[in-house]
């Protein structure tokens, strides 16, 4: 029996296959049924191999009340009210593309290109109709254009893997996990986070056959819950610590694995004498740990044990906790202990490093229509990833989390441009990145933006104009998972674009026209798109051989064989297949970061403390940690007007009853949570599953200032800092605040 095809008309419906594109921890294949053009239910992957189903999240199956959502954008709007407010009014098409059309104009005649912004986010993860690379093709045809630098989720696992291995694609395809001996996930949380929609699936499996499970997370997550044998609580911030005293313990039980350290790695002896205490005179024992991780010293020397003598054994650590303002060195660290115990490049193993990526699908995902590759703003100037810099510099750009810092300081503030224009695609970083009320206070005194969206979210209340964006229901495209994969998907179109709404392709085609910009490509068969994509890539050429049995099955698996390990080729024949970092091998020790000279960023991994930490003397002031993780109801801020996933999980601060107590504050309560950058209220949950002196709110609440400024929304950023690791991690999770009961007042 094949998998039913696409478009199977039943009695009085049909049922089209299809995917959205969030930028999600998974990806769907869905089933839409489809009556009298309108979407009435929506069903999951009906594989036949029941095994290899992949089941659809709480999101996708609330789509319905996302597509016909009635604070869905229609028609192209203009701001009618001062900045901020929220008022507007309808305009045609016509109008808002002429006003850009003459205000980009003005601009680049007035200040040259690079004061026109393009602030970019993960909103649309498909190939096609992505709004990202259309509007880089459309600023490149126009003269070019400034942007932002580092990947708001992972630079700082991307900086790592960049120093020790040089490849992203640090993960195994899931199935191998039931390979391993022992799993330990240091801050994953795939029950809430998804990390590939196989995941979850194959770790229940693994537990199911009797794979011991140990979760290191200040809360006791979702994913703990479910799968773990043991939950080991640790102060947000200081998981090197305990990494370092394992590195310890299996250094004095002589546990380590020298032959694999000898063969493949460079820098252990430097490590070693750092971890031993040769370096700076202090011995990073078990006890010292404990002191600044509060993980007893026995529960980490018997971990160490454990992970050095369970082979194979897979250290999952994940790109959350390394979002902080030493990201780096978590994941670095991470990977150092892997490499120890000789777990790289073998199955059941694990090479760390928090990106977790094979490169199946992201492959498939780099066909995405390239943009013509020259900028003219940032010709000549030095880049970041081309060369590797391990500087993480752009000569010509910001870093993501300095995006409003930029456009509020401009040159004078030492940035490479001054923002008279702003178009935001794809993202609703008002919202997302640090410091929310320096945001709306840059967006206030921002000249003119443009902003393409779906919904008024609290960044597009701020724009000139707004330019109503279809749903993937509403579009033909296709698009990858993310990261486990192996398979692709096509996003059949479901239903007619809603009101006047259209894809940001068809935006910048049509923007295009009006700027009088010839050269630019236009992309108007999605079949022909998609076969130009395929030629474009050798991999893809190779999976996707028949276009029309792609859109009819609506999913594309591919058979890989045995599960996908990482570095596989480079441990069996380190000879001829060497890692591509300066030494050929992995680099405990980076000659390139030391060449840094940057006591912050040593070349080396090591626990460090920087700022709003546990031990931060700002502690005294906020003494509270706070943790912001992704949402389990939602996609960062997207899906957050649904009501079905409101009642999935309301939004609520989680609180020790120990930080509680002696703040008289009670389950339910209204809270203040506060610290010098802004106040947010939020109902108090009252749980153990924290640690106490953390509190965790998920990202993604709306922003809603009230007329004293307090955000009512519950908006995490608001309280976070817009700041960065020496590798380039956004800082989002190191924060201190405070919290009180709320009377009402400020
Ligand atoms: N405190 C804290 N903050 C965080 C994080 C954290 O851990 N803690 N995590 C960070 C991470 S990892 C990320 S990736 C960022 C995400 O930051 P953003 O990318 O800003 O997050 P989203 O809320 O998903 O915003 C995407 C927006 O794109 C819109 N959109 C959807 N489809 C389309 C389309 O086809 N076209 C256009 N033009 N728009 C579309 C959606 O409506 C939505 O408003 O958040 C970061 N922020
Ligand atoms: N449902 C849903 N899934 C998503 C997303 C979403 O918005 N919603 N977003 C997707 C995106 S873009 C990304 S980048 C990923 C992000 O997924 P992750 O990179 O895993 O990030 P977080 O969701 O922030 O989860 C971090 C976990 O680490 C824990 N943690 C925080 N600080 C520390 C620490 O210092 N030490 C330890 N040991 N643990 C710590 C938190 O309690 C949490 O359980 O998720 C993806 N998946
Ligand atoms: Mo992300």
Request: net charge neutral; glycine share 8%.
């Amino acid at each position: 029996m094949g998998t039913p095809e696409n478009n199977t008309v039943k009695k009085d419906y049909k049922i089209v296959r299809t995917a959205t594109a969030f930028d999600c921890g998974g990806r769907c294949p869905l089933r839409f049924h489809v009556k009298e053009g309108k979407v009435i239910r929506i069903e999951g992957d009906d594989f036949e191999d029941k095994d290899n189903q992949l089941r659809s999240c709480l999101r996708c199956r609330a789509l319905r009340q996302y597509i016909y959502h009635p604070d869905r954008l229609k028609f192209p709007l203009k701001r009618d009210g001062p900045k901020g407010s929220g008022k507007f009014k309808r305009i045609s098409w016509d109008e808002a593309l002429s006003e850009i059309a003459g205000k980009l104009k003005e601009v680049k005649e007035k200040y040259g290109n690079s004061s026109i912004f393009l602030a970019m986010g993960g909103g649309y993860q498909a190939a096609l109709h992505d709004g990202m690379f259309a509007m880089i093709r459309l600023f490149t045809h126009f003269g070019g254009f400034s942007t932002h630098y580092g990947n708001v989720s992972s630079e700082g696992a991307v900086y790592a893997t960049q120093t020790q291995y040089t490849s992203p694609f640090v993960g195994h395809s899931r199935p191998d996990l039931k390979n391993s001996k022992l799993i330990i996930m240091w801050g994953w949380d795939p029950a809430r986070m998804i990390s590939g929609s196989d995941t979850i699936y194959n770790l229940i499996q693994a537990k199911e056959m009797g794979i011991r499970i140990v979760c290191i997370d200040p809360r006791y997550t979702d994913s703990a819950v479910v799968l773990a044998d043991q939950w080991i609580p640790i102060i947000p911030g200081t998981d090197t610590a305990m990494m370092v005293a394992m590195a310890y313990v299996m250094i004095k039980e002589n546990l380590y694995d020298q032959a694999f350290l000898d063969k493949y790695t460079i820098g252990f002896n430097k490590f070693a004498e750092y971890v031993i205490g040769k370096e700076d005179g202090i011995p990073k024992t078990p006890e010292w740990a404990e002191e600044i991780t509060s993980v007893p010293a026995e529960t980490i020397r018997d971990l160490a044990r454990e992970y050095a003598t369970a082979k194979p054994a897979a250290l999952m650590d994940c790109q959350g906790p390394a979002r902080s303002a030493t990201g780096e060195l978590y994941n670095r660290c991470a990977m150092t202990l892997t490499a120890m115990t000789g777990n790289v490049g073998r199955h059941g193993g694990s090479a760390a490093g928090g990106l977790m990526g094979i490169p199946y699908g992201h492959m498939f995902f780099a066909s995405r229509i390239p943009p013509p590759y020259r900028n003219p703003v940032e010709t000549g100037l030095k880049s970041v990833r081309g060369s590797l810099d391990l500087q993480l510099r752009f000569q010509a750009r910001c870093h993501i989390n300095k995006i409003f810092d930029a456009i509020l300081k401009g040159k004078e503030g030492g940035y490479p441009f001054d923002v008279k224009f702003a178009w935001f695609v794809n993202n609703n970083f008002l919202n997302q990145l640090g410091n929310a009320n320096k945001a709306a206070e840059a967006l206030k005194k921002l000249d003119y933006m443009v902003c393409a969206e779906l919904w008024l979210t609290p960044t597009a209340r701020y724009a000139d104009i707004i330019l109503p964006v279809a749903s993937t229901a509403e579009k033909t495209d296709f698009t990858r998972p993310w990261p486990s994969g192996p398979y692709f998907l096509a996003i059949n179109q479901v239903i007619e674009p809603l009101g006047e709404c259209k894809s940001d392709l068809r935006i910048a085609e049509e923007l295009a026209d009006k700027l009088g910009l010839e050269e630019f490509e236009k992309y108007q068969d999605e079949e022909k798109a998609l076969k130009f994509l395929i030629k474009l890539r050798e991999d893809s050429r190779k999976n996707i051989r028949n276009t029309k049995e792609f859109w009819e099955k609506g999913i594309h698996r591919l058979d890989i064989g045995e599960p996908y390990v990482a570095f596989k080729e480079q441990i069996e024949d380190i000879e001829n297949k060497p890692f591509a970092t300066p030494s050929g091998k992995i680099e405990i020790f980076s000659q390139r970061i030391a060449d840094l000279n940057d006591p912050e960023n040593p070349p080396i991994p090591k626990y460090l403390e920087r700022w709003e930490g546990r031990y931060d003397p700002l502690s005294k002031k906020y003494p509270i940690q706070l943790l912001s993780p992704h949402p389990k109801n939602r996609v960062h801020s997207e899906l957050f007007l649904i009501d079905w996933l409101r009642e999935v999980d309301p939004h609520v601060a989680w609180i020790n009853p120990v930080d509680a107590e002696p703040r008289r504050i009670r389950d339910g309560d209204e809270i203040l949570v506060f610290n010098d950058r802004g106040k947010i209220t939020i109902k108090a949950w009252l749980t153990e599953r924290i640690i106490p002196g953390v509190i965790s709110i998920f990202e993604g609440a709306w922003y809603d200032p009230d007329e004293n400024g307090i955000d009512r929304g519950g908006c995490v950023n608001t309280l976070t800092k817009d700041a960065y690791s020496p590798g380039g991690a956004s800082a989002l999770k190191s924060c201190l605040v405070d919290i009180k009961k709320f009377n009402g007042g400020a």
